[in-house]
């Protein structure tokens, strides 16, 4: 393990610190345009929420999975054989399966309700009950990959 290991690692770094960064601030900015109660602002909110997630959340994913992969595969590492490489990777995946089938769906579903309400009209209540279902899975979607870093930097057998 040489100059590639200690590249590829601080790709991967750099990739958590972007994927973590993003669904951290997001969570804060969501949060404090739904406590500012303008629709204008929901709706200018929501649309960065959708369009950021899709670059750094989803850019942050990409560095990450070059980095991790690339070591494994360069390194000769064991992704399944390696306890602490395998349960980062399990509980990472687990995190993007409810970012793919759970929050990017109710993401376009309230991106495409706030275009209704953009220009200063009403939020219709369907706005809201995904609200309350995004701020759970959420919630949920930013302590899980915390879990990861655990095991990514304890390496606990």
């Known amino acids: 393990m040489g100059n590639s290991y200690l590249l590829l690692k601080t790709i991967h770094i750099v990739g958590a610190v972007v994927f973590l960064g993003n669904i951290i601030v997001t969570g804060w900015w969501k949060a404090m345009a739904d406590k500012h109660g303008s629709p204008i602002v929901i709706a200018f909110a929501q649309r960065q929420i959708t369009l950021t997630d899709f670059i750094f959340t989803g850019g942050g994913v990409a ?33 993007g399966a409810i970012w793919v089938f759970i929050l990017i769906p109710i993401q376009y579903k309230q991106a495409k309700l706030a275009r209704t309400f953009e220009a200063g009209g009403e939020i219709p209540e369907l706005y809201w009950r995904l609200n309350r279902q995004w701020y759970i899975w959420g919630i949920l979607d930013t302590l899980i990959p915390l879990a990861a870093i655990y095991w990514m930097v304890f390496k606990p057998i």
């Open 63 to 95: 560095l990450m999975s070059v980095g991790a992969f690339g070591n494994v595969y360069l390194n000769g590492l064991d992704l399944f054989g390696t306890n602490w490489l395998y349960k980062g990777f399990l509980i990472f995946t687990i995190s």
